[in-house]
């Protein structure tokens, strides 16, 4: 089993759609956990943090499930601009980030 | 701010040919990183470093080193370059210790090794 787990997606959504991402991982005495945008070719950008009890930044929401061992990434209102890869980050260990391979959305006009 | 300054942008090495990737962040940060990314893979870990002087392998080391003389640049090596080290090289960089575990990327390195 991967550490970190992503459907690779892609998902092709309508402009105003809302979707939702899930992302498992393995390891249960993981600290820290992000959601990082990649655009084609470019450098991962941080897109959020994940907090236990949740946290929201304008259209996109994070959760995250300890018992369940996955975090969640939905985004309301979809723009064209949201077209991206969507990396899910897990902090393991001190030093140790693991990576999903990314899960690619389309959001079609 | 530059944050995370990679080069080169893009490289081209024939087999067995060595050359350094470097990094260099102007962030104070003690954490910095080396992966690469290849298709349909998630970014992989090859070296790290926690500050001067220290260093450690990840999860790809082989046929690569890194050191570490001060807190702002962390070169890569690659000590004879193979097809299979074709990759897009990313170089991070983040607290450590501090409030704050967020990394922040360079722009990268693509390599070809022909």
């Known amino acids: 089993r991967k550490e970190v787990e992503q459907d690779p997606g892609p998902f092709n959504v309508p402009e105003g759609a809302t979707v939702a991402f899930n992302c498992t991982y393995s390891n249960s005495a993981s600290q820290s956990f992000f959601w990082y945008r990649q655009d084609c070719r470019k450098e991962p950008k941080l897109l959020m943090s994940?907090?236990?009890s949740g946290n929201e930044d304008g259209r996109f929401t994070a959760q995250l499930n300890r018992a369940s061992q996955y975090i969640s990434l939905l985004i309301r209102d979809s723009k064209l601009s949201d077209s991206a890869t969507y990396l899910c980050v897990v902090k393991a260990e001190a030093y140790k980030y693991i990576f999903g391979t990314g899960t690619r959305l389309k959001v079609l006009a | 701010n530059a944050g995370v300054t990679q080069t080169p942008k893009f490289q081209v090495l024939k087999t067995g040919q060595s050359m350094t990737l470097q990094c260099a962040q102007d962030m104070n940060h003690e954490y910095m990183s080396w992966y690469r990314q290849d298709p349909g893979m998630g970014l992989r870990l090859i070296h790290y470093s926690v500050g001067a002087g220290i260093t450690d392998q990840g999860e790809v080391p082989n046929g690569y080193n890194v050191s570490r003389s001060t807190t702002e640049d962390f070169p890569l090596r690659l000590l004879s370059a193979a097809p299979s080290q074709t990759s897009v090289y990313f170089c991070?960089?983040?607290?450590?210790?501090?409030?704050?575990?967020?990394?922040?990327f360079g722009a990268g390195t693509r390599l070809s090794v022909l």
């Open positions: 994940v907090y236990s």
């Open positions: 991070a960089s983040s607290e450590y210790g501090g409030k704050s575990d967020i990394q922040y």
